[in-house]
């Protein structure tokens, strides 16, 4: 435990690689499990369960994004106008297009 923390402290990379999988990890399970547990439900019950799960991660990806930057904001930024991306990510991703800060790579 304090081994890894230490060195994802000392590596940026490596600690990037964390941070997107302690978000990213979860969702991709939440997803799974919701798949299964509606694999048999009716279309509207299934469209809620998803829209549920679409409205958390949505917001929790937007985070990541914003904390991870670089690459992953031009990502969100294509994702924020693809009709294959649920609306609530899209929604959510919207702010990528206009209101990031700058970054300077003159340091």
Do not use: M
């Amino acid at each position: 435990g304090t081994a890894l923390a230490a060195y994802a402290y000392g590596d940026p990379g490596f600690g990037r690689q964390v941070s997107f999988w302690r978000v990213t990890g979860p969702a991709v399970l939440s997803y799974a499990a919701c798949s299964a547990k509606h694999k048999k439900s009716d279309a509207d019950t299934k469209a809620r369960a998803f829209a549920a799960l679409h409205d958390h991660y949505s917001k929790v990806s937007l985070d990541l994004i914003l904390e991870l930057r670089g690459l992953y904001i031009k990502f969100g930024q294509a994702a924020a106008s693809s009709p294959f991306v649920p609306q609530a990510y899209r929604t959510q991703f919207k702010v990528l297009q206009n209101d990031v800060p700058s970054e300077d790579f003159a340091a």
